[in-house]
């Protein structure tokens, strides 16, 4: 499988499929309890994140950071509740130009037909090159969205 999204919504809703109960936007389709985790994020960037609100404040830090282009859907494995599949995306880092080319894997355990936990692994090394290495990477992060 290999479908082209230009939204993360769209590709978690295809991911997902009827699992996934309808919601107005990307937010809500999340548990207000949500744990997001990102098993190799660099220092600087968030490791865990704990709530919507958390998630909100660095889906807007984000923005500034990094532009995307399509997102491709690859495998999708479901066992009960829980959904592993895999994902790209073309990009670039807005200050540096550098590219944001990244492969994912994700596996997300639904509760109630909403994402209660979502375990994002990526290449730290991607997002680094494009945001300018580790330090500029922590200093973007933290002065994004103030």
Not at 7 to 19: I, M, N, P, Q
Request: hydrophobic content about 45%.
């Amino acid at each position: 499988m290999s479908d082209k999204f230009d939204s993360f919504s769209d590709l978690l809703r295809a991911a997902l499929g009827e699992r996934l109960a309808p919601a107005d936007s990307l937010l809500d389709m999340f548990t207000d309890d949500v744990l997001f985790e990102f098993p190799y994020a660099p220092d600087g960037l968030p490791g865990r994140l704990e709530g919507t609100p958390a998630l909100a404040a660095h889906l807007e830090k984000l923005g500034p950071l990094l532009t995307f282009g399509p997102m491709h859907l690859g495998n999708v494995h479901a066992v009960g509740e829980t959904v592993i599949f895999e994902f790209s995306c073309t990009g670039q880092g807005v200050k540096t130009g550098a590219p944001y080319d990244q492969v994912y894997i994700s596996v997300v355990t639904l509760r109630e037909g909403r994402i209660a936990r979502y375990r994002d692994y990526w290449n730290p090394l991607i997002v680094l090159t494009a945001l300018g290495g580790t330090e500029a990477a922590a200093a973007a992060y933290a002065g994004a969205a103030q």
